[in-house]
């Protein structure tokens, strides 16, 4: 055998190899034929034979005990429990490409009609339970997790409703009024900093696009539709660029702090240093400050957001769903799980307790712990302030098919911003087009405005 | 040049290097330091004590938490990186020594050509590889197992380099052609010759892939979902994301990373004559 | 050994020359059998992936069926190879690595070479110590140093922020301007130790004889050390050189630690955060791109760098 031969023979094997994996690779996943135009069929709802474990992942504190109380009564049903706090959706996803999707999953309404372009859902209709469902939520959640009706596909777990939570003591000190409006907060804010220029009337965290979204949706700043076969994207919007406006207006004259990331040591520290007045923030929060700054005890008050103008309109951040994640064979048993963990009282009152979660059923406004007054905060009954807030959400406001890219893009713009690179409503410009770009990639058909 | 002269200036320029070296020493240390001062300390006093003095001494306690945390689990992420690190560095030796020797020792077509293809291959880095073997192994469906780290971590292109060339240096033609007289087979004149002479440069391969492997932090990150599987690396990462929602977690962080650094400095110190021996030999060109 | 010399020759003698076998090594399934065990695993894991991922990105998402419908692949040439090309988010951060890089690596493969040569003069007592102070970062993994570096960026926590500010100054290591460097920091901290070894043992394989010749002609010890030293040590400052230009290019884990305390590092701050960030957003065909032109850009850098300096190294 010649050197040259030789040589030449394991080079071409090589690049035939390596050629032939490539063009298999290359080789795409067929197109589907035409019925798949239809929805695919609810899938079949039987009972399991014999035991059944569950896969249940989710990012809530305390949910094992929840999930520990079940397995106690239901032993013919068991439920692993696997916290996913750090990268939620990083990890649902990979789960989902590798095939892996655990039974149920924590979804937050933000992230369904995105992980339902992921085909990431099984529809549960078949399941009567599932479908009878429907009248124990609170209508806009039922809506989102049901996609305007159109199948079942998660259980509301908990919503976020917004409201201020402020340090009476503090406003009493600098005998200023509780705002009732943004432009009245806007004066306080900028009463209050005067008054010591250590004091910030709240702070404004980038990174966090949940959030923003929430302040976007209190001023009905919708973000996306579909109609026509099409989305329809106005994250820049006339109503979104007010919000962001007004709070490029509080950041110019520095009556906002920026630094602080949301549930950080770093900002708890500050509100410890009387450093920041009020919080704007989503009911699960009211346990962050009884559990962190326990001295603070009986100087918050929670109020209504501060409004636009008259309007009565709230916000929403946060709540989560659990959702019937695809590749789910045991819908049956799903069900009477999810159902249990969203509906039942017991349930309820130990997510609100160790989670602080709020929740998303009709049934847990009727809570015996949502009814009382919390200790920590004067005994006021906060949650009445929440529960009016959830009726001023605004139910026709929808969220995208590809949100988790938009909020990162979001993100990554208002933090410039907050640096000084641009403006706040530079973020709206960049999210929208974060938006049309990252839906025209997965072949979603969209278009600009209205 | 006068002697006296010479003295003064070379004890000047002693004292100018010694500084520079303290300062440079310093720096080098400064973060392990304050890693073991943190690490005594309790959750409280880490903000509000002067970082680089000592508070309240409460490493045991630090200790207690971090292993009793979740189940256990820094526990099972110290086991994991061990396997991951230990076994791979291991398997990996044996394999990049197997090809080395061939490629120093046997003559035959084609050789330099996949010594060249291997060379091209030292110039890839496994954090770009990564991504697309994330791609193929969820195509494949072996994500999010221990072999989904364990598989790609054995292959080292530079360790091959390395074993060819210490090979080269250490082992003489003279010794593998008696054993061949002998009788030996080609296996046989490796493990029992071969195997011998080579072992400093063994230790310094093994050494490099353990380390390469112990702090692989992408391609873990990539593969693994689930927590039982994540090596101390990932682990910490995880932990350290979650700190803003559980304050607590951040001594156990600190305390873990102290506990993460020591085995790979034990290992060093334990195996530092080998290494030293190891690069001398091979004497890097 | 004589006697192992002896018998060699002897058998030489005896058998003229020839053996059994292919120019006297062993036979072409035994050579197999020693490559295999590194080059099937080779082939798995590094050069399938690479034909996969290149696979990948030559093919583009589309859909059917309305709202929700289905999604499939089919071929689209070089589009997502234009779109890498046409993100502005991927040029920034070629960019910034770009700009790490310059400064990062010549500053570091420096100090490491001051301290390779300051360690092989007698001027300096307790090498040892300082040795061993130099590599202890190596035994640190990235991450690990990353997040040790955090808390002494962290302005809560750090003791080198306190000493700072009881001296008057204002540090702000996490800020939009000083972040990238906070990151190269890092960097730099883990591996001056690791490239200052590879140089230390290059200079101790250097005969002593080279000096004495040197020292004869009261050349002092600068000279020495630049004119003979480095010179002869070129091959491995090369070669770490052309190391740190690849394990740049490839940043990912200290500026994600550090992008857990500070909002001044976006999710696509290196190229393969963008990377990461794009598969996290499942266009895996994009990222495929991606990772395909890293690893191409990477390729032609650290193999263009050799090539410019192997002639004057005599590689």
């Not at chain 1, 919503?159 to 004066?187: C, N, Q």
């Not at chain 2, 991951?84 to 291991?90: F, K, N, R, W």
């Not at chain 3, 050189?241 to 490839?250: A, E, M, N, P, R």
């Amino acid at each position: 055998m010649s050197n040259t031969a030789t040589r030449i023979r394991i080079a071409g094997a090589v690049v035939a190899a390596a050629a032939s994996i490539a063009g298999l690779a290359a080789c795409s996943s067929p197109a589907p034929s035409g019925d798949a135009a239809a929805a695919a069929p609810a899938a079949a709802c039987e009972p399991a034979k014999g035991n059944v474990t569950l896969q249940y992942w989710n990012t809530v504190p305390g949910m094992d005990q929840v999930v520990a109380l079940w397995n106690k009564n239901n032993p013919n049903i068991q439920v692993e429990m696997k916290n996913i706090s750090n990268d939620q959706y990083g990890t649902i996803g990979n789960a989902l490409k590798a095939g892996k999707a655990p039974e149920l999953a924590q979804v937050g309404y933000d992230e369904l009609p995105d992980l339902r372009t992921q085909n990431a859902f099984v529809d549960a209709s078949a399941c009567a339970d599932a479908t009878a469902a429907k009248s124990k939520f609170v209508p806009w959640t039922w809506s989102q997790t049901s996609f305007g009706d159109t199948g079942v596909f998660a259980f509301p777990q908990d919503t976020g409703p917004m409201a201020l939570y402020v340090r009476s003591d503090i406003f009493k000190k600098h005998d200023l009024e509780i705002p009732k409006t943004w432009d009245e907060y806007a004066a306080d804010a900028q009463k209050l900093h005067d008054a010591d220029p250590n004091l910030s009337i709240t702070f404004f965290d980038p990174n966090n696009a949940e959030w923003f979204n929430g302040l976007l949706w209190q001023n009905n700043a919708e973000m996306y539709g579909y109609a026509g076969d099409k989305w329809h994207v106005t994250v820049e919007s006339d109503q979104s660029k007010q919000v962001a406006e007004y709070w490029q207006k509080l950041i110019d004259a520095k009556l906002v702090r920026t630094d602080l990331a949301h549930g950080s040591t770093p900002m708890y520290a500050a509100y410890q240093k009387n450093q920041i007045a009020t919080y704007v923030g989503a009911a699960w929060g009211y346990s962050m400050f009884r559990d962190n700054l326990p001295d603070q005890a009986g100087k918050w008050t929670i109020v209504p957001m501060p409004t636009w103008g008259s309007s009565a309109a709230s916000g929403d951040w946060g709540g989560s769903t659990v959702a019937f994640m695809k590749g789910n064979t045991h819908l049956y048993e799903s069900v009477k799980f999810n159902s249990w963990l969203n509906t039942d009282p017991e349930a309820l009152a130990l997510e609100n307790k160790l989670g602080g979660l709020y929740p998303a059923a009709t049934a847990g406004s009727a809570l015996p712990a949502l009814a009382e007054g919390v200790p920590y905060y004067n005994n006021e009954k906060i949650f009445d302030v929440f529960a009016d807030s959830s009726k001023n959400i605004d139910t026709s406001f929808t969220w995208g098919p590809t949100q988790k890219t938009v909020n990162l893009a979001l993100q990554d713009a208002l933090a410039k911003a907050t640096a000084g690179d641009g403006k706040l409503a530079d973020a709206l410009t960049a999210a929208q087009a974060a938006a049309l770009k990252s839906m025209q990639d997965q072949a979603i058909p969209a278009v600009a405005g209205n | 040049m006068s002697n006296q002269t010479a003295m003064r200036e070379s004890r000047v320029s002693r004292t100018a290097v010694m500084a520079l070296m303290f300062l440079l020493a310093i720096y080098f240390l400064l973060p392990i330091y304050f890693l073991i001062v943190a690490a005594t300390k309790p959750q409280g006093d880490l903000a509000s004590t002067f970082g680089l003095a000592f508070s309240h001494f409460d490493l045991f306690k630090n200790l207690g938490t971090l292993f009793s945390r979740s189940d256990g689990i820094f526990g099972r992420w110290a086991l994991n990186s061990v396997i991951y690190a230990v076994l791979g560095a291991a398997v990996g030796t044996l394999i990049s020594a197997l090809c080395g020797y061939a490629l120093a020792k046997f003559k035959f077509r084609g050789r330099e050509f996949l010594f060249s293809v291997i060379l091209g291959g030292v110039l890839v880095p496994t954090t770009a590889l990564a991504l697309p073997l994330f791609l193929l192994f969820s195509a494949t469906g072996i994500v999010n197992t221990y072999l989904a780290v364990f598989l790609p971590s054995i292959v080292s292109p530079f360790g091959v380099y390395l074993a060819r060339i210490f090979t080269a240096a250490a082992v003489p033609e003279e010794i593998l052609e008696s054993a061949r007289l002998d009788g030996a087979g080609e296996f046989r004149t490796f493990f029992s010759v071969a195997l011998k002479l080579l072992t400093p440069s063994l230790v310094t391969i093994f050494l490099f892939q353990f380390v390469g492997i112990w702090n692989n932090f992408f391609l873990p990150m990539v593969m693994l979902q689930k927590e039982s599987l994540f090596p101390i690396t990932l682990g910490l990462y995880e932990w350290n994301g979650q700190t803003a929602r559980v304050s607590l977690l951040q001594e156990s962080v600190i305390t873990g990373a102290l506990v993460s650094i020591v085995p790979v400095i034990i290992v060093f110190i334990l195996l530092q004559r080998f290494w030293r021996t190891g690069l001398a030999s091979g004497s890097i060109k | 050994m004589t006697d192992i010399a002896t018998r060699g020759t002897r058998v030489v003698a005896t058998t003229g020359g020839r053996s059994r076998h292919n120019g006297g090594g062993p036979r072409a399934g035994t050579i197999a059998a020693f490559l295999i065990p590194f080059f099937l695993p080779f082939v798995l894991f590094y050069l399938v992936p690479i034909a996969y991922a290149i696979g990948q990105s030559f093919l583009v998402v589309r859909r059917t069926g309305g709202q929700y419908g289905t999604s499939y692949t089919t071929f689209g040439g070089f589009d997502q190879y234009v779109q890498v090309f046409q993100n502005t988010e991927f040029w920034s951060s070629i960019g910034r690595i770009g700009l790490f890089g310059i400064v990062q690596v010549p500053v570091m493969l420096f100090v490491a070479l001051i301290m390779a040569l300051l360690l092989d003069t007698p001027l300096l007592k307790l090498k040892a110590f300082f040795r061993i102070a130099a590599f202890m970062p190596y035994a640190v993994p990235g991450v690990i140093a990353a997040i040790m570096w955090s808390f002494l960026y962290s302005p809560q926590l750090s003791p080198v922020v306190d000493l700072l500010k009881a001296i008057g100054l204002q540090p702000d290591f996490l800020g939009p301007g000083a972040v990238l460097w906070s990151a190269a920091n890092v960097s730099t901290w883990l591996w001056t130790g690791y490239n200052m070894l590879i140089m230390f043992s290059a200079l101790q394989a250097i005969p002593q004889e080279l000096y004495e010749a040197a020292k004869l002609d009261g050349a002092s010890n600068w000279a020495i050390a630049w004119k003979i030293k480095v010179p002869i040590i070129a091959p491995s400052i090369i070669l770490t050189t052309v190391f740190s230009i690849i394990g740049t290019l490839q940043l990912y884990a200290e500026p994600a630690v550090l992008r857990q305390i500070s909002s001044n590092i976006s999710s696509t701050f290196t190229p393969n955060m963008l990377a990461y960030a794009v598969a996290s957003g499942n266009n895996y065909q994009q990222a495929a791109a991606i990772s395909v032109v890293i690893a191409v850009i990477t390729f032609v850098l650290s193999f263009g760098f050799m090539r410019l300096t192997s002639k004057r190294a005599g590689l």
